[in-house]
C-alpha cells in the first residue's frame, strides 16, 4: 500500500514463460544450494579475518578462508549466468537481474583484487586482508539484493496453473 493507501502494481519478476524455465532448471537447485554455502564460507572468514586485523592473529587462515571465499563466488558467478542464460536468454545483465549483476562484478572485482595482491605478495597482510573485508561488506550488500528479489518474486509469483498445452511449447 502507498501513503494514500492505493495498492502498488507489482511487477513479476518473471513472465510466465521464465518461471517455467527457473523452476524447470537444474541450475535453480544450483544456486539454491550455492547460496547458502557461500554466505557460510563468508561468515567464517569474516570472523577470521576480523580477528586477524583486529589481534593479529590466524594470518595464514583467514587468508586460506578468502581463497575458499573467492573460489566458491567464482563457482557461483559461472554457474548464475549460466541460469541467467537459460532463464532470460542473456548470460549477464537481464533486465530483471541488472542491479544484482552490476554489484556482482564490483564484488568480483574486489575478490579478484584480493587474489592480485595475495598472489603477487603486493602490500602488507593486512592491507590485503582490508581489501577482502571492502569486498565482504559489497558482498553483504549484494546478498541483500539477492534476498530482496527473491522476496519480490515469492510476493509476485504466478500461482495459475499452466495448461498442459503450454509446457510443452517452445518459449
Known amino acids: 500500500m502507498t501513503a494514500t493507501g492505493q495498492r502498488r502494481n507489482r511487477v513479476p519478476v518473471y513472465t510466465q514463460a521464465q518461471q ?32 586477524f586485523l583486529l589481534y593479529g592473529e590466524g594470518q595464514a587462515a583467514a ?27 542473456k548470460w549477464l545483465f537481464a533486465d530483471a537481474f541488472f542491479w ?14 584480493y587474489l592480485v595482491l595475495y598472489l603477487w605478495d603486493i602490500g602488507t597482510p593486512t592491507i ?3 581489501f577482502a573485508l571492502a569486498a565482504y561488506i559489497f558482498y553483504v550488500a549484494n546478498a541483500g539484493q539477492f534476498l530482496y528479489k527473491l522476496r519480490q518474486f515469492r510476493k509476485s509469483r504466478v500461482d495459475e496453473p499452466i495448461p498442459n498445452a503450454a509446457i510443452g511449447e517452445a518459449v
Open 100 to 113: 544484482e549483476d552490476a554489484v556482482s562484478m564490483v564484488v568480483i572485482a574486489l575478490h579478484t583484487f
Open 20 to 51: 517455467r524455465k527457473r523452476d524447470a532448471s537444474i541450475w535453480t537447485m544450483v544456486q539454491g544450494i550455492l547460496a547458502p554455502t557461500q554466505f557460510l564460507v563468508f561468515l567464517v572468514s569474516l570472523v577470521l579475518v576480523l580477528r
Open 63 to 89: 587468508e586460506i578462508s578468502v581463497l575458499i571465499k573467492t573460489l566458491v563466488l567464482y563457482l557461483i558467478m559461472v554457474t548464475g549466468s549460466i541460469w541467467e542464460k537459460e532463464v532470460f536468454g
Open 128 to 130: 590485503q586482508l582490508g
